[in-house]
């Protein structure tokens, strides 16, 4: 009986992996080789059409590629600014307890939430950012006569009265603000707890050896973060290429599919075809798994530091 006792410990927990985990990916993967109606019905097999149709689609190649783009981008803006602002945090200064606390803020509010709030503030008419915008436009002609488009940020955007969201030009880099706006606190915050595992010995050492702060930090302290910061970006890399709220509540993929990323694609396709839905759904699991093996080659996690 004695040999039984784990399976009370880890039992229940096997049960809600298999519940929540191993057979949503089993029905997701048997749902990819049926033909089912857009009520739920299912019809016929249908293996392997729902892949063909998925790959054959015109924009497939453009939305991977994109999607890989979405993911680099993101995760990799996301750690710089993180190792930048877990290095400021971890410094001892007047008002620190109060930035921490609003680091939270974006982390702690509804995804959802904040993707809408973006996109009222990028609305062409009325929102915030487009008045701004438009107001610097017409100050800058009335006082200097210089055209608004003709300006290197403004020009960029389009000018003063281009809709940012409805071109992907300058669409996609809104959806990478927002997307990393998000992300940074959690990562900001793991990194911290990171570096608090650091001990203060060591620096001490590297002070008495007369090593630079830049030496010191390339030297220490990133490689005794590694660990923190690979799950961190692990983390970051798995959220953000299953990432649905932002892109679908700014852009919902449009203009066409120029703004979608494979998790758009996915949930269009379930409107009026369920089952090369579930096959771009099961191509999905596979970019994650390859990307996530790519990342952690490249990440070397295993390796003992130096």
Do not use: C, H
Request: proline share 5%.
């Amino acid at each position: 009986m004695k040999k039984l006792e784990p399976l009370a410990w880890v039992g229940p927990a096997v049960v809600l992996i298999a519940a929540v985990v191993i057979w949503p990916v089993i029905e997701m993967i048997r749902s990819s080789f049926l033909q089912i109606s857009r009520f739920g019905v299912v019809r016929e097999v249908n293996f392997p059409d729902n892949y063909t149709k998925v790959f054959n689609s015109k924009d497939f190649a453009d939305i991977m590629v994109r999607s890989v783009i979405w993911v680099v981008a993101v995760v990799a803006l996301t750690v710089l600014i993180s190792l930048l602002l877990a290095q400021l945090f971890n410094q001892r200064f007047p008002g620190r307890k109060v930035a921490r606390w609003a680091l939270i803020a974006p982390w702690a509010a509804s995804v959802l939430m904040t993707a809408i709030v973006f996109k009222w503030m990028l609305d062409p008419e009325v929102g915030v950012i487009n008045l701004i915008r438009r107001d610097l436009g017409v100050f800058l002609n009335d006082a200097f006569g210089i055209e608004p488009s003709s300006i290197g940020l403004l020009g960029a955007m389009g000018g003063t009265s281009a809709d940012q969201l409805g071109q992907a030009s300058t669409a996609m880099p809104w959806l990478v603000f927002v997307a990393v706006f998000v992300s940074v606190p959690f990562t900001t915050y793991a990194l911290l707890a990171g570096l608090a595992t650091i001990p203060a010995d060591i620096y001490e050492a590297a002070r008495m050896d007369g090593a630079s702060r830049l030496r010191t930090y390339w030297s220490i302290t990133l490689p005794l973060l590694r660990p923190a910061l690979t799950v961190a970006a692990l983390i970051n890399v798995m959220n953000v290429f299953n990432s649905f709220p932002i892109i679908w509540a700014m852009t919902k993929g449009q203009p066409g599919y120029d703004t979608a990323t494979s998790t758009i694609f996915m949930y269009i396709l379930k409107g009026s075809d369920i089952g090369a839905s579930a096959a771009m759904s099961v191509v999905n699991f596979g970019m994650v798994i390859v990307l996530t093996i790519i990342f952690l080659r490249v990440s070397r996690w295993n390796k003992e530091v130096a």
